[in-house]
């Protein structure tokens, strides 16, 4: 696809969180979490529901404002240099709200251009995303007529539109088919490759796994452990070491005895 490669310097990480505290009333989401994702790496952040991942990527993102601490994008704060910052950012957000009295070509069009992107850009691109995530046939149907699996690959479609360097995608493989998941999983590695990074949030820990080089696990608004994926393994399967790491115990093997023959 035409403009989605981008190089960054080694030396500034791609996103910083400094100190970002979140509470909705006497309710603690985010607890001071630190968090640094490294320029070019492909970032997981696992943690189980209510964890405060949403809370986290919503406030790096700007949609979001912390009570207290900072994001940073390639060393622009998010909520000093707003604008700055999202022209880096390309976002995927849980239960986005996307133009359905749009046609899908016309809301890849309408947001390339509320980007500032060139008509003749914005043509060539979104043809080219709807091409390769199947939706070409979509493309003239109405956004409010999606599935929940077409609306994943839509957003992707804008968030990729203006060629970020960074990707934030809360939970973007969730309600999408397998085909339409491996050619999610090929753009997004290619995008990495490219020199661009993404983060993206996941309870399928196969995924995780499968596509990144480093993660965080969060727990209670914490952050539990986060580097490479090896070290925050420890020698161990991810989904082992996550339980381990949020306090959890796999259930289901007592109890129910009604439903046992």
Known sequence: MTGIRR????????????????????????DRVDLTVPAGSF??????????KTTTLS???????????TARVFGVDMWRQPVRAKELI????????????????????????????????VAER???????????????????????????????????????????????????DP?????IKNILRRFAESGGSVVFSSHVMETVEQLCDSLA?????????????EAVRAGRHLEERFAELVGGVAGGKEGLTWLLS
């Open 217 to 229: 696990v969060i727990g209670q608004g914490k952050v539990r452990a986060a580097g490479p994926m």
């Open 126 to 176: 979104s043809r080219e995303l709807l091409a390769v995530l199947d939706l070409q046939e979509a493309a003239e149907a109405y956004v409010g007529d999606y599935s929940t699996g077409m609306r994943k690959k839509i957003a992707l479609a804008v968030a990729l539109l203006h060629a970020p360097k960074l990707l934030v995608l809360d939970e973007p493989f969730e309600a999408v």
């Open 7 to 30: 190089t960054a310097s080694p030396s500034t990480p791609a996103l910083e969180l400094t100190g970002l505290y979140k509470a909705f009333g006497t309710k603690v989401a985010v």
């Open 43 to 52: 970032f997981g952040l696992v943690g189980p529901n209510g964890a405060g």
């Open 59 to 69: 406030m790096a993102t700007g949609l979001l404002r912390p009570d207290r601490g």
């Open 90 to 121: 390309g976002v995927l957000p849980d239960g986005l709200a996307m133009p359905e009295r749009l046609k899908g070509r016309e809301a890849l069009r309408f947001m390339g251009l509320l980007r500032g992107l060139p008509e003749s850009v």
């Open 179 to 183: 085909l339409s998941a491996s050619t």
